[in-house]
């Protein structure tokens, strides 16, 4: 081979050489900005689902207040007197200056 062509296969090789690797480093790039999307949308799903699970539960002691309110007189007079600031008509309340 002339010199000519062994710097030309040369240069040709050095040229394929840093494309490949310009090639690589930009699919690395993108895959990990993908990755790390995955991976913060797998989070998200994570907290979502935990999140989930709370409120499913909270729903769940909420349908138990309703039904005890719904079959217990007694939670009724209840939430009335503590929440409601009710009293009987046989009742009288008294307020007190709480300055100590």
């Not at 709370?54 to 002691?61: C, F, G, R």
């Not at 009335?80 to 200056?97: H, K, N, S, V």
């Amino acid at each position: 081979m002339t010199p000519m062509i062994t710097r030309t296969i040369k240069n040709g090789l050095i040229a394929i050489m840093t494309l490949a690797a310009l090639g690589g480093m930009a699919a690395s790039v993108i895959i990990g900005d993908d990755a790390d999307r995955a991976r913060s949308i797998e989070a998200e799903i994570a907290r979502l689902r935990a999140e989930n699970r709370e409120l499913m539960a909270q729903n769940e002691a909420l349908s138990i207040k309703i039904n005890a309110i719904h079959t217990d007189p007694r939670i009724v007079e209840q939430i009335a007197r503590e929440e409601l600031g009710m009293i009987r008509g046989d009742e009288t309340l008294y307020l007190f200056d709480d300055h100590r």
